[in-house]
């Protein structure tokens, strides 16, 4: 790779290293691959030169680089979203605990400094749609060489990122009684306990009370396997302090067997494993009726996902094992995402369907036959493939007809009656409709765009990042802007009060330092069909005119 300062006549293809402002004249962001009509507008401003990258054939742009890695990196319910600025994050498509081997992660950052992967904790415990992994590729490119290595190391791990499951299953309590015991510290341990199993995907069947003594505890163990509980859990009225006590001997007088008595967590120390068959049975620690993060969440977590929790597993607990007094660790049963991992942003899509085609003649276009279905179809089955929390239609012009275009389609509709003033009367009576939803951005759609994928619509949310300053990403081709755009939830309350024609331009326009531009590799952005001409064109395999 070639970087540093170079000639204007040697700039075409470029990637800029910096971002080129010209008063008066053109503007270029970093990262932008400069084309013929880019230098030829410098040139006309008076540029000289510009600070950027000439790559050859043994390097990788930075996307690429980043695309291939994080796809080698992704195993087993991780999914990769396409990069933007040579950075691709890793999400996990199920519950589950994050499979990661540490010292092959090392192997893979130390490659090259060009790839980095950055990673939550081993056996992290993980939401689905919970951001696992960041890779990011330092420089604008990386070696080919390099790539090829770091991708090896991936693929012999059958991806350095892997989710193991929680797996559904059946969890019986038995709580114990001494004379001094309340009623409603039990009441209260099972309503915890329910809450913990809930989101391991475990569900608490029954639960049984008894006097803390060998014999009953040990007949009350018998009563939850003999109802089919796959895990028993046992809660001393007082806590274990010994192999001998009363519950880990309950345990042998069902024929069990202990595994591990105690471990290396605060809190959580005094927790014991053990089995009755293939039945797990778990003595629980006291402070297991609180629902702060302790032991017995690590331990339960492992059951949940099968792995194993034998004396190996629980002795190698102890470095993080200090959970007392940690106020930044987030409660188990919070319902949010860990602090160490975010989500992917929950974006909406909304499909403009409510012009009246008027340039069309008597014919909607939206409804009109491209490739084997209707026009307004095509777009909202790209939507529908894409990483949208929802997707909104809102009609104007033929409201039915545009439903039964879309009939069968996980789409919600919003209705504009004022739809014939123009654009913006669709625009913000869509934007309304989505403002109550708990969404950070939405992804604006026109109705008549034929060439509209998924994967364009995800490479809009992979660039979206308002702490880093990028709330409005619009796609380009060659350097051209085109459509859909995303919009962040900062701009969507000015967007309801848009008139006329013109739609968010002027949003765009008066907030520069919010957009990314988002290069696409096919020019669908720019093609949209207003006019029978268009469509007959695009119909012959013919360029269609690019969409304003």
Known sequence: MQFGHIPLSEAEGIVLAHSVRVAG???????????AEDVEA???????????????DKDVGEDRAADRLAAAVAG??????????????????????????????????RVDEAITLATLDKLASVEEGQMVGTLKIIPLSAAQSDVERAETIARKNSGLLKIHPYRPRTVGLVQTRLPATKESVLDKTVEVTTSR?????????????????????ADAIRIQMSGGADVVLLFGASAIVDRRDVLPAAIEACGGEIEHFGMPVDPGNLILTGHIGDVPVIGMPGCARSPKLNGFDWVLARLAADLPIGRAEITGMGVGGLLKEI????????????????????????????????????????????????????????????????????????????????SGLDVGYVHAPDHEEGLAATLRTGIAALLSDDIEGVVVCLGDMPDITGQTIDRLIAAFDPLEGRSICIPTHHGKRGNPVLIGRAYLQALTRLTGDSGARHIIAANPDAVAEVEMPEPGILIDLDTQEAVTAYQKGDSAKPCG
Not at 42 to 56: F, H, N, P, S, Y
Not at 197 to 217: F, I, N, P, Y
Not at 375 to 387: M, P, Q, S
């Open 25 to 35: 004249g053109p503007s270029f962001k970093k990262g932008r691959v400069l084309s």
């Open 42 to 56: 410098l040139r006309q401003a008076g540029v000289a030169e510009v600070i950027g990258a000439k790559l050859t």
């Open 76 to 109: 087993s319910g991780v999914s990769a979203r396409p990069a933007f600025t040579g950075r691709a994050n890793l999400f996990a498509d199920r519950a589950g605990l994050l499979g990661v081997s540490p010292e092959a992660v090392d192997r893979f950052n």
């Open 197 to 217: 199993l809930a989101q391991l995907s475990l569900s608490l069947t029954g639960e049984r009370r008894t006097a803390h003594e060998t014999a009953a505890v």
């Open 327 to 406: 106020e930044t660790r987030p409660s188990p049963r919070s319902g949010k995402a860990a602090a160490t991992g975010r989500s992917r942003p929950k974006i909406a899509g909304l499909i403009l369907a409510g012009g009246s085609s008027k340039r069309m003649g008597e014919a909607n276009k939206l409804t009109l036959d491209i490739g084997g279905k209707p026009l307004v179809r095509r777009i909202a089955e790209a939507c529908g493939d894409a990483a949208l929390s929802r997707v909104m239609v809102a009609t104007g012009h033929q409201p039915e007809a545009v439903r039964s275009a879309l």
